[in-house]
């Protein structure tokens, strides 16, 4: 299994990027994004359930990400509109075969991409 993430960058703070996430070696029912800063925790940002369709985002970023998915190609995106420095982060993904755990829980993913880096200057 692997997850291969890209689209990173550097953007001024109000840009847009958008991240890919290609997943191979099996289906998931459930994909989702992951943010770290040095010396913080990871946190969540955002998740679709395969099977339902359902989104899930954090507060945070509500309104103005969007994460979307193209089953056909086992991919994941997160649209990231109105950056904020407050954005910058590591981004992973992150995908499960299980549907236990909570969709917000680094834990209820078993497998992670090599994470892009993701810069907003003010």
């Known amino acids: 299994v692997q997850l291969q993430a890209s689209g990173g960058g550097l953007v001024q703070a109000g840009g847009s990027l958008r991240l890919s996430c290609a997943a191979s070696?099996?289906?998931?029912?459930?994909m989702g994004w992951f943010r770290q800063v040095p010396g913080n925790e990871r946190e969540f940002v955002a998740a679709?359930?395969?099977?339902?369709?359902?989104?899930y985002y954090a507060d945070s970023v509500r309104g103005r990400f969007t994460i979307s998915r193209d089953n056909a190609k086992n991919t994941v995106y997160l649209q990231m509109n109105s950056l904020k420095p407050e954005d910058t982060a590591v981004y992973y993904c992150?995908?499960?075969?299980?549907?236990?755990?909570?969709?917000?829980?680094?834990?209820?993913?078993?497998?992670w991409g090599q994470g892009t880096q993701v810069t907003v200057s003010s």
């Open positions: 070696g099996r289906t998931f029912t459930r």
């Open positions: 992150a995908a499960s075969p299980f549907y236990s755990g909570g969709f917000d829980t680094v834990g209820s993913y078993l497998y």
């Open positions: 679709s359930r395969w099977s339902s369709g359902s989104l």
